[in-house]
């Protein structure tokens, strides 16, 4: 038989490595409607890619929410694995939002990792644009970043570009998005979250469930 001692050092062992056990346990948990997520029935993604998990970031440059999410959510992102693709979507304020508009042109540019996160601190730190920046403005900015603005401008101006804002909205209306930040994985999942750190740790276990029943 044991004695009082052993028994008491055996108790002590077993409840440390039930402390050891319990992140892995809670991360391996599966993933809960409620809890992680929202469930958006007849939800569709926004630009679906065979093999890969979408994770998209509904989001407008005037959000202050969205300018202190913004390098969180960058780290976050450099840390993912190939299937996962993380895509920026701005929520439009209308067809004429001159930021979706210098957005989506600087995307269509391959200029978007030049002005996306700079686009942040001149609203919000540097306060060297304004809210209802124009057209004007923002070209002005943009060459200011390094990037042709003669060639950018026009496709900002570019009515058709209307369609893509209209898809936008749409997207976000379709999603259940009520303000920004928001996650949306695979058109289906909406993140939720008490904070930016809980919001990243919700969409890991997600991530990781879809990528399980993947297998």
């Not at 028994?7 to 992140?23: G, Y």
């Not at 210098?102 to 304004?130: E, K, M």
Request: hydrophobic share 45%.
């Amino acid at each position: 038989m044991l004695s009082k001692r052993m028994q008491s050092r055996r108790r002590f062992a077993h409840l440390l490595l039930a402390l050891f056990l319990l992140p892995a346990l809670a991360w391996s948990a599966p993933a809960q409607e409620g809890v992680h997520y929202e469930l958006i029935q007849d939800g569709t993604p926004w630009q679906p890619l065979q093999g890969k998990i979408e994770v998209v970031e509904v989001f407008d440059y005037r959000c202050e929410h969205c300018a202190r999410f913004a390098p969180i959510l960058e780290a976050w992102r450099s840390k993912q694995a190939k299937d996962v693709r993380i895509s920026y979507l701005p929520l439009p304020r209308g067809s004429d939002d001159a930021y979706a508009r210098t957005f989506f042109s600087a995307q269509a540019a391959g200029a978007l990792d030049r002005i996306h996160a700079p686009l942040f601190v001149a609203l919000h730190q540097q306060r060297s644009l304004p809210a209802n920046a124009s057209i004007t403005e923002l070209s002005t900015w943009v060459g200011q970043q390094g990037v042709d603005a003669t060639q950018l401008r026009p496709a900002m101006e570019d009515p058709a570009l209307a369609a893509q804002l209209g898809a936008a909205r749409d997207f976000a209306a379709r999603s259940g998005v009520e303000g920004t930040p928001t996650l949306i994985i695979n058109g289906r999942y909406r993140i939720v979250g008490n904070s930016f750190d809980n919001m990243l740790e919700n969409a890991d276990a997600v991530i990781a469930q879809l990528r399980s029943a993947q297998r």
